[in-house]
């Protein structure tokens, strides 16, 4: 940043106080401390340092994602106080402002220099990671030594309510539906099936399941460790990368939960490599029918085994096919064929298996909110007619006194289907009609849903350490008896813990990612955009989704986001199939 000497100096200071103040305030210590003269010290240096890094594009693009950060930050703390937009303009939000925007601006603009200046090969680190012994299976196994002591703690594996729904499903009990996706219900299936045939017991299949997901885990992340290998990433990165995939301790929990989201969250990753490869070596991945076939089996099954991989493939596709207008002729086809298969698959399940198809009101979880929280809290002020569509739309009358802003659930598991299935016109007209008059209500609703992925403070639940199953007599049944293992996680997990908290925020992985994104918009690499625009889709359906912070729901951008910080450390023009 060229700016003159003394102006630059009365700038950093002006800021640096601004912040000192700014933390005095949120943190609510008393001014007479002398922690305020060293952060006002550091924040001298750090902004000065800052200035002197950056340039002039660079500062625009890390100045417009840190004001969106600033004011989200602004927005969002008033939403976690009490589900409103009312604590936004009170007399410190300059000092919030700017205190905000300064300290995501440094973080920002210092990671942008890590990206360009960081020279991070080691030769022992390479010597190891690059050898014969390191083949993809040897990291895959490293991650299930580390992992195995939680596999062994939680013996047979966790479920929770949804998991036991899976597993009556699958022996029976339950009839089988789509509300989980049939192709992770069936893969269950097989592996509590083995263990009831074979061994005369539920918990030995379930077991068996926990170590078919540790595998599949363990296997993913080793194959997007090997593709940074081809890709030639320093050598320090893929270690930190394969650090955290073994010790990362949510890896470990959740490669032995019975959910569909830890098989999405492993292809995930698998899914945007095969982006990269489409996009940046477009003719060679083209011309080989291996590319193409895996291309296609890695995208379907994204499909199939979580709904909202539809909408990740579907809604980037036309994208793609602009941008590589030039093969269209083979790209149209390659995804024809992905949406091909999976309608034959949906015919299937649907016609010929006669599973029934998920609720319709999973996707209504936002206008169904906000029509609760009108009612809730302006029920005096509508009048007879609205308030007679509202009953008629819900089974429960004062559907208000069920609103819960976070939590979707209980309102919309009160809607009567069976009405607002034949009365979908009339379903959307209420929702405009109390549009205009209650805007407010309704932008306080949807943030209040959905905050959590985007607010780095936010805090929700994590994991679980529950085995349920009480129609079958499921229960955990411990090799390892150690209460240390799961103080661990508990511990390492805690969104009390300074900074490392920041690890198991689904908001701050959100801002890094898009920093990450901001890093290749810098630089001019806008074709990269694409291979985000998956993770965005996600993102957005995220959002959507009947609850406010679900780490779970999150979970893919965790095991993607080591994916896409190696990207901006290459060096490379181009990223090409022989690496």
Request: with cysteine; net charge positive; charged share 15%.
């Amino acid at each position: 940043m060229k700016k003159s000497g003394y102006g630059k100096n009365i700038l950093t200071t002006i800021l640096a106080g601004i912040t000192t103040i700014f933390a005095w305030h949120n943190f609510l210590i008393s001014g007479n401390n002398v922690i305020f003269v060293f952060i006002f010290i550091s924040a001298i240096f750090i902004i000065k340092r800052t200035m002197d890094i950056t340039n002039k594009r660079m500062t625009i693009v890390t100045g417009i994602l840190s004001i969106v950060f600033a004011l989200i930050e602004l927005i969002c703390k008033s939403i976690n106080y009490d589900y409103t937009l009312n604590h936004i303009f009170d007399k410190w939000i300059l000092v919030n402002l700017i205190g905000y925007f300064t300290i995501a601006w440094c973080l920002i603009t210092n990671l942008f220099y890590l990206f360009e200046k960081a020279n991070l090969d080691n030769e022992k680190a390479k010597k190891i990671l690059d050898s014969k012994i390191m083949h993809f299976l040897i990291c895959a196994l490293l991650m299930l030594i580390v992992w195995a002591p939680i596999f062994l703690r939680y013996y047979p594996g966790i479920s929770t309510p949804d998991s036991s729904s899976q597993i009556y499903q699958a022996v029976g009990i339950d009839k089988v539906t789509d509300h989980h996706p049939f192709a992770h219900t069936a893969i269950i299936s097989v592996f509590i099936n083995m263990g009831t045939k074979l061994f005369n017991s539920v918990e030995t299949g379930m077991a068996l399941y926990s170590i078919f997901s540790m595998c599949f885990l363990a296997t993913c992340f080793s194959l997007v460790l090997n593709y940074l290998k081809q890709i030639k990433v320093p050598s320090i990165v893929r270690l930190v990368i394969l650090l955290w995939y073994m010790f990362y301790p949510i890896n470990a929990i959740y490669s032995i939960t019975m959910w569909k989201d830890i098989i999405f969250a492993g292809i995930v990753p698998l899914l945007i490599i095969q982006y990269i490869r489409l996009i940046f070596d477009t003719e060679n991945f083209l011309k080989n029918k291996l590319n193409i076939f895996l291309c296609i089996l890695i995208s379907v099954f994204t499909i199939i085994i979580r709904h909202n991989g539809l909408y990740m493939i579907l809604l980037s596709c036309p994208f793609v096919i602009i941008v590589l207008r030039k093969y269209w002729k083979k790209v149209v086809p390659l995804f024809l064929a992905i949406f091909i298969i999976n309608s034959v698959y949906n015919f299937t399940i649907y016609n010929i298996l006669k599973i029934p198809k998920g609720s319709i009101v999973e996707m209504l979880s936002i206008p169904l909110q906000q029509i609760a929280r009108v009612e809730k809290y302006h029920r005096d002020e509508l009048n007879e007619e609205t308030m007679g569509k509202i009953n008629k739309l819900f089974v429960k009358e004062n559907i208000g006194d069920y609103y819960n802003p976070t939590l979707s659930d209980d309102v919309k598991w009160s809607v009567d289907e069976e009405y607002l299935s034949k009365n979908k016109e009339e379903f959307i007209s209420l929702w405009l009609q109390l549009l205009k008059p209650y805007f407010k209500d309704y932008v306080e609703s949807f943030i209040s849903n959905s905050y959590g992925y985007y607010y780095p403070e936010a805090k929700n639940w994590v994991y679980s350490e529950a085995t349920m199953g009480e129609k079958l007599g499921i229960e955990q049944h411990p090799i390892i008896k150690s209460d240390k293992i799961s103080e661990y996680i508990g511990k390492t997990s805690s969104r009390d813990n300074p900074v490392i908290s920041m690890l198991f925020s689904v908001g701050c992985i959100f801002w890094v990612i898009i920093a990450c994104l901001g890093y290749k918009i810098y630089k001019k690499e806008y074709k990269y955009i694409l291979i985000y625009l998956p993770i965005g889709i996600l993102w957005l359906t995220l959002i959507a989704s009947p609850v406010f912070c679900e780490f779970r729901y999150a979970y893919p951008l965790f095991t993607t986001l080591p994916l896409l910080i190696s990207l901006n450390f290459t060096k490379k023009e181009g990223i090409k199939l022989n690496g």
